[in-house]
């Protein structure tokens, strides 16, 4: 697999472990689930069972998103953890590098979006056939070029960020299928080898004892080096 991370650095992304949960950084390049088309493929929980034993998936991030990922170590916790995210009540933050810099300080994205809506399996806003979809978008750092964005998505649509942001006329760097005509795709300040979205922050009640929890990814290398270009 291209990007292949190195499962001898698995114990490296447990940001937190206890009998009922694990969550982690996932690297960039790795699958969050297996491929129903190419099961080789390497995926999370394969990297992390033998390290930790059996675990459920309770939600997923892209493969070319890193950042914190909630996993269940029992049957119990995987079942009041999807209760959970069906009630919306776990809160997630993402970090992204976005073109062009934008002008608002900050945006509340309240547009309906319908998945698979081209030939390119695009997330579009529409406002006849999409189902109400939320992002809260802030600006964090300015560059010439780009901006650190923060968004909140209020729900979790495939590809929710991507297309709100795209609807804005703003592209994350590294983005091969949301390409917006106000970039500046000659500004070579902008290049970056994979999708400069990384998911930051997870808060949520723990599943058996009810406290309140809440933990956040670091920047992996590639995102951090790009960051400090500002």
Known sequence: MEN???????????????????????PAGLLSIPDGYHPEFPHLAQALTPLVGKLWIVHRLDKETSGVMLLARSAEAHRVLNQAFRERALHKLYHCLSAPSPAWDAQDVDLPLRI????????????????????????????ESYALLACKPATGYTHQIRAHLYHLGLWILGDALYRPKTVNWTDSRLSANRLMLHAFEISFAHPITGAELCFQAPYPPDFAEKLNSL
């Open 4 to 26: 292949k991370p190195g499962f001898a650095e698995a114990n490296t992304w447990i940001l937190y472990s206890d009998q009922d949960l694990l969550v982690v950084n996932k």
């Open 116 to 143: 698979n809506a081209d030939r390119a399996h695009r997330t579009r806003v529409d406002m006849e056939n999409g189902k109400p979809a939320r992002t809260l978008v802030s600006v964090l750092r300015r560059g």
